[in-house]
């Protein structure tokens, strides 16, 4: 079992940053999928960024070339840095782990003002 626990939430301006992080309860070296998704009050939760173990990345065209995902395999921890905010990115963001079943964190909220 893992638990994920995100932080680094919060409220910013536009075209301000921030750096949400996705703590693991066990080592993630065997988790071969990590990712960060969102959901917006009324809206889906949809996929924002995924990394494998390998490093290799895939992002939401709406984050592309704005937010980077990484992840730190010594500290368990994957991290989301975004910048160039945009109030469509005020949503809850969640931390997802896959390694036979699914796991998800609570969430963290952004909040971006115009």
């Known amino acids: 079992q893992v638990q994920l626990v995100e932080s680094g939430g919060g409220l910013v301006q536009a075209g301000g940053s921030l750096r949400l992080s996705c703590a693991a309860s066990?080592?993630?070296?065997?988790?071969?999928?990590m990712g960060w998704y969102r959901q917006a009050p009324g809206k889906q939760r949809e996929l924002v960024a995924t990394i494998t173990s390998g490093g290799s990345t895939n992002y939401a065209d709406s984050v592309k070339g704005r937010f980077t995902i990484s992840r730190d395999n010594a500290k368990n921890t994957m991290y989301l840095e975004m910048n160039s905010l945009k109030p469509e990115d005020t949503a809850v963001y969640y931390c997802h782990a896959r390694w036979y079943f699914d796991y998800w964190g609570r969430g963290t909220q952004v909040t971006v003002s115009s």
């Open positions: 066990r080592s993630i070296l065997s988790i071969n999928t």
